[in-house]
């Protein structure tokens, strides 16, 4: 395993799920981090204050994105890594069904919420030059259409097309951005899939299906593949990623 002591990581919506096991096990590796989400992320291990900034902060809150990273960064001196993992999922259900209001609300968080924290990120690298790593977390929604998540397979493949336009914006600069297809990950998220109907969802069964066979990753293993891509990447890695499963 490469050694990544002392590289700076900011990850987003890191109360729970996966940005509260990425926080875990970057911690356990030996990287600095900026944890936030709407909840103040507690993350078990932060053995020295120093190695842990956490906070409350909603990503589609503009200004409140712009004080998390510069807070970061008085904290830290940099940041290395810039994971924008905040998502959700609801509305769930036929577009006809939709609520408007529900609709738009998604679209912020998963769409402006990405938004905000690329161009902070990147611009906290134009300031101090150098290298950096962007990885929006998106989903195989992106690239392939579920009856039931219109918002959150739009969403998702905005994230996809963001992050092709930032890698191309800043293709003269230190930054790498992947939009990482993380895999099909134990969290509350993949509960709430579970508990759908088939008229709300007809691919439920499938996704019952993985977790009976306990073929769902571990919060832990996404981790250290997501080190992997931003620390020692394999060359020529596209913007466009898929993490294996961990018990494919
Ligand atoms: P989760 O368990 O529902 O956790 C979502 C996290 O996002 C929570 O920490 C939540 O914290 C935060 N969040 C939600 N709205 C926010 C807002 N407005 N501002 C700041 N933080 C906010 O979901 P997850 O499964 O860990 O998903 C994490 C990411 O992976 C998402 O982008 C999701 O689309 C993606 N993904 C997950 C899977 C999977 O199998 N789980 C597969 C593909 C992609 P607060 O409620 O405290 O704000």
Not at 35 to 43: N, Q
Not at 182 to 194: A, E, K
Not at 228 to 244: H, K, N, Q, W
């Amino acid at each position: 395993m490469i050694d990544v002591t002392g590289k700076v990581a900011v990850i987003t919506g890191a109360s729970r799920g996966l940005g509260a096991g990425l926080a875990e096990r970057f911690l356990e590796r030996g990287l600095g981090v900026a944890a936030c989400a709407r909840s103040r992320p507690e993350v078990p291990g932060a053995r020295s204050a120093d190695r842990l900034l956490s906070a409350s902060v909603d990503v589609t809150d503009t200004a409140a994105v712009a004080a998390f990273c510069d807070d970061a960064i008085a904290h830290f001196g940099r940041i290395d890594l810039w994971i924008n993992n905040a998502g959700l999922l609801a509305p769930i259900g036929p577009l006809r069904d939709n609520d408007p209001t529900e609709f738009a609300r998604h679209i912020e968080v998963n769409v402006l919420g990405v938004f905000h924290g690329s161009q902070s990120f990147v611009r906290h690298l134009r300031a101090r030059g150098g290298d950096g790593v962007l990885l929006n977390i998106s989903s195989g929604a992106a690239r392939n259409a579920y009856a039931g998540w219109s918002a959150y397979c739009a969403a998702k493949a905005a994230v996809d097309r963001m992050s092709e336009s930032i890698a191309l914006e800043e293709a003269d600069s230190g930054l790498r951005v992947h939009a990482v297809a993380p895999g099909i990950i134990d969290t509350d998220m993949q509960g709430l899939i579970r508990q759908c109907s088939p008229e709300q969802f007809p691919r439920v069964q499938k996704f019952l299906d993985l977790k009976d066979r306990g073929a769902l990753s571990s919060t832990g293993f996404v981790a250290d593949r997501l080190l992997e891509l931003a620390f020692d990447p394999v060359p020529d890695t596209p913007v466009l990623t898929i993490l294996p499963l961990e018990r494919a």
